[in-house]
């Protein structure tokens, strides 16, 4: 019975002709059943029960359709060539609701199964990728520690300071990583309320960009406009561009520059661009790029909530995130944001923009 069991929930996954094979071969069996012993009576309950295995073989819409054609084709050819009485047929229409009853419900308790095993999935590959990000790095801050204990007498200050940059690295992304996942824990109507102020987006760009990243890529091109003053949280601004970083980092080569841009969008917003030239997004994968748990490949390492806590914290100060990308290899990407502008603070000419600085961290 167990092995009945695990055959007819495994049936579902099989491809889509071999299950419809095995529908129309049940449906056929079944007819010529009840015109071999003529005995409707009979084997009319046998009816409900294939219809209640279509419907578990395919998604319930799928199986409407098959349902209702079978039985309209049923119906016509025996009301024609065995002369079916209208009560006969009248049977047959109080049969079809019941049936359909049945594989409505079947149907729903179908999607929840697969919605649960969905739900399964994901949460499985989140608890791995996030122990492979917390244990590469906490292995990155044992080995560095190690390193400085066994060999700190011997060591240069230089040399001193690039261990402890490398453990301020890691810890620092540890802290992303555990600031994501808290982020995302709350539902989507229940994101904390952002703490705005007035601030100049350019200060707290080149702030972050000095203290946060400071050896993390050895160059990156910064184009900033200057007295940029926007309403927003400053925080969670920083947070967004922490995520921004931190995936342009990982999937740009190392010798190619990532470059920043800050400045004035339009009358209303001021924007931020974060540009790599990484392998770029193909067109299939940006309408989910910014949700819950989405990756770009199943081989790509990240919890794959970084985006989706820059759209909702971006989201929630009235501002936009988008992407733009080719998808073609070496063209990369460009994420950008935009944040509201304080009216009557920004005097900088729309689409001017500071001279290109080009920073060492």
């Not at 560095?144 to 700190?152: G, T, Y």
């Not at 992303?176 to 707290?204: G, K, Q, W």
């Not at 100060?317 to 920004?346: A, D, K, M, R």
């Not at 500071?354 to 060492?360: E, F």
């Amino acid at each position: 019975m167990r092995a009945i069991r695990k055959c007819v929930l495994q049936a579902r996954y099989l491809p889509f002709y071999l299950r419809l094979g095995i529908v129309v071969s049940l449906f056929s069996a079944q007819e010529a059943l009840i015109i071999y012993f003529r005995g409707w009576d009979t084997f009319a309950a046998t009816l409900i029960l294939v219809g209640v295995l279509t419907c578990w073989l395919f998604r319930w819409e799928g199986a409407y359709g098959i349902l209702s054609v079978f039985l309209i084709v049923y119906i016509v050819v025996n009301v024609v060539c065995t002369g079916w009485s209208i009560d006969a047929v009248k049977g047959i229409i109080a049969g079809i609701i019941i049936n359909a009853a049945l594989v409505g419900s079947v149907g729903a308790l179908r999607v929840t199964v697969d919605r649960s095993q969905e739900h399964h999935q994901i949460k499985d590959a989140f608890i791995r990728n996030l122990n492979h990000e917390l244990s590469n790095h906490l292995a990155a801050v044992v080995g560095s520690v190690d390193i400085l204990m066994q060999h700190l007498g011997q060591m240069s200050r230089p040399e001193c300071m690039l261990f402890l940059e490398q453990t301020k690295y890691s810890c620092d992304d540890m802290e992303r990583i555990v600031s994501n996942v808290c982020t995302a824990m709350y539902a989507e109507d229940d994101v904390p309320t952002p703490r705005c102020e007035v601030f100049r987006l350019d200060h707290v760009v080149q702030t972050f960009l000095r203290y946060v990243y400071t050896f993390a890529r050895p160059l990156v091109g910064v184009q900033i406009q200057e007295n940029v003053v926007v309403v927003a949280d400053a925080a969670q601004v920083q947070q967004v561009l922490r995520n921004l970083l931190y995936n342009a980092f990982k999937y740009a080569p190392s010798e190619v520059p990532v470059s920043i841009e800050v400045g004035i969008w339009n009358t209303w917003f001021a924007y931020v661009c974060v540009r790599d030239r990484g392998p770029g997004i193909p067109p299939e994968q940006r309408s989910n790029l910014f949700q819950k748990f989405s990756r770009t490949c199943k081989t790509a390492h990240g919890t794959g909530l970084g985006l989706y806590n820059c759209r909702r914290m971006i989201e929630n100060v009235g501002g936009t995130i988008w992407v733009e990308s080719s998808g073609v290899e070496g063209e990369g990407s460009s994420f950008y944001f935009t944040l509201p502008l304080c009216q009557g603070h920004n005097t900088e000419i729309e689409g001017q923009h500071a001279p290109n600085q080009t920073l060492m961290f």
